[in-house]
């Protein structure tokens, strides 16, 4: 390496990361290209797992089962949740992760470089491997996301070779790379650290990843021991989990739970970590309640380990066990709670300034109140038995996948977009694609709720006509947000190609990524920085990091 | 003492210099030692799977299946893989004092304790009365026992490749990570087949 990270300059890391656009399509090892890589080859799994949603929807516009065969059906809404869950949310946020965690901590880059590339690369393999179960005899796997026995081994068309042993496969694939991912970030996070950045003044993005990370690090591994087993049933004929030969299907959904219901912490986690950071950043507050706000995303770590069963009231689990677990999940509440009253404080009595970042992350934290309600409500045993498998799972669930996650995905790519490209988002285009997100979302995923209350129960191509109102308005939000994507493509592409150049730190937040050149040089920091002050310290005249030369955006944001 | 800013100086310099390889491998250090722990998970699984199932199921045993037996070689076979943790220990310390003819005879019998076991694995399937699908009782069996294996085969060629970079010249100018966390792995390996052990042969019902 010849590389003196002390006479990078801005204009040449410009010129050499302009030039060599063709790095995005190898085997790099920078972690900003690897968070560039993740970003965009999840989106793309996005785009297709909202393909697959919209015929879904498509079907079910009509209450009789007309648009496609009900085993295709099938085979839609399991490889929809598929891909949305371990092709989307996830791995997007991991690459969100790899972008920003060494930047955050002030670091040149993961500890480890080359797994962080391995880890990538897994990730379109196996996505491709997944997908290509549609081209199979026995079509694609057809048992739900959730893969349960006896019905994802019965294996009807009996190929050896099945959309199933695919999924299966596939899982286990991204799980290790999922792993890979978690040692890095945990390594990372601990060791990487540049000095004076102590674990009280991390960013609580930072927080959350580490959070997150250490909940897949403990429970991903139980979902690959169940794979295994369900791997083994459904090729080899054991019999882990056949009931007529003495296995025990439940003992499968307490291994899938085990991982599942914690990956949604991993999932919403960082999430979290968005909201943290880019509230503060647009109210000028410092973020109310820091230290509460950070070791509440440890608590959420440990106790959601511990709510899992609460997926499997309706599986024939003994009463205390019930009881156990739904004063558990309402538990998970304490921790969560204490987020967004923190985020609510931030925002009481501030100057509000409505960019699209912040637009999203509004958006995002109000859907949070619904989705987080309706999980408490669906936490209660009594009330969970009564909608159990019905559509307000499926609406409960999209609150909170869709509407608070993937709106923060977009609130952190409008939000770092300047930093990682040094391009300027178009704000108006930014804002139409979140009012369309915003009434779309709204419009598909709220009327579920009251159709799962009258009984609809969810996975069905045909349902009794007395519930089509509801899945009309479902079906043409679905479109509307669909439709809503294409504003953000547009934005996203001609503002790379065409924005206008952004300062180094165009919205005057805090943390080190807005210390360095947008975007940063290779290893980052022309020198390590040392950090001497708490995070979110805005409203404080001395903050370390404005940039004073950017005098036009610093009248405009006030201070 | 120091200030911050002298600190940061100072760890400038230790990071342009050679101190950047030698953080990076005790990272790798650190990160294995994460990644044992979450592998350990999947033992986890299989070691609750198998008692849930061992303790829920009513005919555990098929008719004329008696399930795996302790018998002398399969005593033997665990004390070599036990006492192979002593002497790849004996090998690190070596490696510590300098002595490296005597680390490469030691790392080398660790290797061959391991394949002894696993010759010995095998073995005790060829005699087995059961197979993988004669009930519950077979499919853990040799998940437990094959998923184990596995591991002590990696453990093998992982011995191997390090065996090799021995021989390369000021291969341990810079400490020796690796070796330690192969050390580690292969500590693991013996503390899973501990529990293994009980599980399948001590626990008689």
């Not at chain 1, 790099?28 to 890589?37: A, L, R, Y």
């Amino acid at each position: 390496m010849t590389i003196n990270p002390n006479i990078t300059s801005v204009s040449n890391s410009e010129v050499r990361q302009e030039l060599n656009w063709k790095r995005y399509f190898s085997f790099n090892t920078d972690h900003k290209v690897i968070g560039i890589q993740y970003l965009v080859t999840t989106f793309i799994f996005f785009l297709i797992g909202g393909v697959l949603s919209m015929i879904v929807r498509g079907e079910l516009i009509t209450p009789k089962s007309d648009l496609v065969d009900r085993t295709l059906y099938n085979g839609l809404f399991t490889l929809h949740g598929t891909v949305m869950i371990f092709l989307w949310i996830i791995p997007s946020q991991v690459g969100l992760a790899n972008y920003l965690i060494p930047l955050m901590i002030g670091a040149k880059d993961m500890a480890f470089p080359k797994l962080n590339a391995i880890a990538f690369w897994i990730i379109p393999f196996g996505g491709i491997f997944l997908l290509s179960s549609f081209l199979l005899p026995s079509g694609t796997a057809q048992a739900g996301w959730w893969s349960y026995p006896p019905v994802s081994i019965q294996n009807p068309s009996g190929y050896p070779i099945n959309g199933e042993t695919i999924w299966l496969l596939s899982i286990i694939l991204l799980g290790i790379s999922s792993i890979m991912g978690g040692v890095n970030f945990v390594t990372t996070i601990v060791r990487m650290r540049a000095p004076g950045m102590t674990a009280f003044r991390m960013p609580i993005f930072v927080w959350t990843v580490l959070s997150a990370q250490l909940l897949q690090l403990f429970c991903l591994p139980v979902l690959t021991g169940a794979a295994i087993m369900l791997f083994f049933d459904l090729s080899f004929g054991t019999n882990f989990f056949k009931p007529a030969l003495g296995g025990d299907p439940v003992l499968y959904q307490h291994l899938f739970w085990f991982y599942s219901h914690p990956a949604v912490y991993v999932m919403v986690l960082p999430a979290f970590g968005v909201f943290s950071e880019i509230i503060p950043a647009f109210t000028r507050n410092p973020l109310f309640g820091y230290r509460s706000v950070a070791v509440a995303s440890l608590g959420i770590t440990v106790v959601s380990i511990f709510v899992w069963v609460h997926h499997m009231f309706a599986s024939g689990t003994p009463s205390w066990m019930r009881i156990l677990f739904m004063f558990s999940t309402m538990l998970v509440g304490v921790p969560t709670g204490i987020k967004v009253f923190a985020w609510t404080a931030t925002i009481w009595k501030s100057k509000l300034h409505l960019d699209t970042p912040m637009l999203f992350a509004l958006g995002g934290v109000i859907m949070f109140v619904i989705g987080g309600i309706t999980g408490i409500m669906l936490g209660a045993v009594a009330f969970d038995l009564h909608v159990n498998n019905t559509y307000f799972v499926v609406g409960h669930f999209h609150y909170i996948v869709y509407n608070t996650i993937t709106m923060a995905i977009f609130a952190a790519i409008y939000f770092w977009f300047p930093k990682m490209t040094g391009r300027m988002c178009h704000e108006g285009w930014g804002k139409i694609h979140f009012w369309l997100t915003f009434i779309g979302a709204n419009l598909t995923f709220f009327p579920m709720l009251p159709l799962g209350l009258q009984g609809m129960v969810r996975r069905v191509s045909s349902y009794d006509p007395q519930y089509a109102g509801y899945n009309i308005l479902a079906s043409l939000g679905a479109f509307l947000l669909g439709m809503a994507t294409l504003p953000f493509i547009a934005n996203i592409v001609a503002s790379w190609l065409n924005g206008a150049r952004a300062a180094n730190n165009p919205w005057h937040a805090t943390g080190l990524e807005w210390t360095t050149a947008s975007p940063p040089p290779l290893e980052n920091f022309a020198k390590i920085p040392t950090v001497t002050l708490a995070p979110y310290s805005y409203g404080q005249p001395q903050y370390s990091t404005v940039d004073t030369s950017d005098e036009e955006a610093l009248r405009r944001h006030g201070n | 003492m120091e200030s911050s800013l002298d600190k940061s100086r100072s760890h400038q310099v230790y990071l342009e210099t050679g101190g950047k390889r030698e953080q990076d491998k005790s990272n790798v250090l650190f990160g294995f030692t994460v990644f044992l722990l979450s592998e350990s998970m999947v033992f986890v699984s299989f070691f609750l799977t198998y008692t849930i199932l061992r303790l829920t199921t009513i005919n555990w045993l098929p008719p004329g299946v008696s399930g795996p037996e302790l018998s002398t070689p399969i005593i033997i076979n665990t004390v070599v893989l036990l006492s192979s943790s002593v002497v790849i220990y004996l090998a690190e310390r070596a490696l510590k004092r300098h002595n490296l003819w005597l680390f490469r005879v030691l790392w080398l019998t660790t290797s061959a304790m391991g394949a002894y076991f696993l010759a010995g694995t095998l073995r005790e399937w060829r005699s087995l009365d059961f197979g993988l699908l004669t009930g519950l009782v077979g499919a853990t069996f040799y998940l437990l026992t094959g998923f184990h294996g596995l591991h002590v085969s990696a453990g093998i060629f992982l011995q191997m490749l390090m065996l090799v970079r021995s021989f390369v010249p000021g291969n341990y100018n810079r400490g020796h990570y690796g070796v330690t966390a192969i050390s580690l792995f292969w500590h693991f390996v013996d503390v899973i087949w501990v529990i293994l052990f009980s599980l399948l042969y001590l626990w008689r019902a």
